[in-house]
C-alpha cells in the first residue's frame, strides 16, 4: 500500500472483494488494464442553468496500446503524469491483483477547491459499487487538504453525469477556468464536502 488505507467491500450485486488502495505513480501504466470501452445512446448539453438530454450513438474504444496519442495508454500517463507529479494522488480498485478501476485526484484546483481529475472503470466491473468506492476515497483526501468541495469535470454521457448526482455533485454555474477550456462539451460539477 503507498498512502492511505487498504478498504476492502464488496460492491452491490458483486462476489468478489474489492481492495482499494493508494498506488505509486510509477503504477499508472497499469491504466492500460482497464477496459474504458463504452456504447454512449444518450449525453447531456448544459445549456442555461438546466440539463438536456440527446440520442447519440458514439462508441468509445479501449485505449490503445501503442502509440502515444491521446487516446492510448501512453498519451493519458504523459497527460496524467504531471497531476501527480504535483502533489496528486492515485487511487485504484483492485480484484485480487488485477485492476479494475482507478481516480486520480488532484488537491490544488483552486483555493479551497479540490478536484476528482480522472474516474474510471473496467466495462465488465460497471454499476457494481466500485466508483462508488473510489469516490468515497477521494472525498476525505480533499478533506484532509482543506478543500471545502471537490469538483469534477464528467463526461456528458447520461449514466455519467447521473452517477455523479447520486454522489451528491450539482451543476456548477461557475466551472473552473482552465478546465472549461479543455472540456467545454463536459458537465461541470461540485460537491460540498
Do not use: C
Amino acid at each position: 500500500i503507498t498512502g492511505g488505507r487498504q478498504l476492502d467491500a464488496r460492491p452491490s450485486g458483486g462476489e468478489t472483494m474489492i481492495a482499494i488502495r493508494h498506488m505509486a505513480g510509477s503504477e499508472l501504466g497499469r491504466i492500460g488494464e482497464i477496459d474504458r470501452s463504452e456504447h454512449v445512446t444518450q449525453e447531456y448539453r448544459h445549456r442555461r442553468g438546466t440539463l438536456e438530454a440527446r440520442s447519440v450513438d458514439i462508441r468509445v474504444p479501449p485505449w490503445s496500446r501503442f502509440g502515444a496519442d491521446e487516446h492510448s495508454v501512453q498519451g493519458k500517463v504523459n497527460a496524467w503524469q504531471p497531476i501527480l507529479d504535483r502533489g496528486g494522488t492515485l487511487v485504484g480498485a483492485f480484484d485480487r491483483d488485477i485492476l479494475v478501476g482507478f481516480a486520480i485526484y488532484r488537491p490544488d484546483l483552486a483555493e479551497g477547491l479540490a478536484n476528482l481529475a480522472v474516474l474510471h472503470v473496467s466495462r465488465s466491473q460497471r454499476r457494481k459499487g466500485i466508483a462508488s468506492l473510489l469516490t468515497e476515497e477521494v472525498a476525505p483526501l480533499a478533506r484532509a487538504d482543506g478543500a471545502s468541495r471537490l469538483y469534477v469535470s464528467a463526461t456528458p454521457s447520461v449514466s455519467t453525469v447521473e452517477f455523479y448526482r447520486s454522489r451528491g455533485f450539482e451543476l456548477t454555474d461557475e466551472p473552473d477556468e482552465e478546465l472549461f477550456a479543455l472540456e467545454p462539451v463536459d458537465i461541470h460539477m461540485v460537491r460540498r464536502l
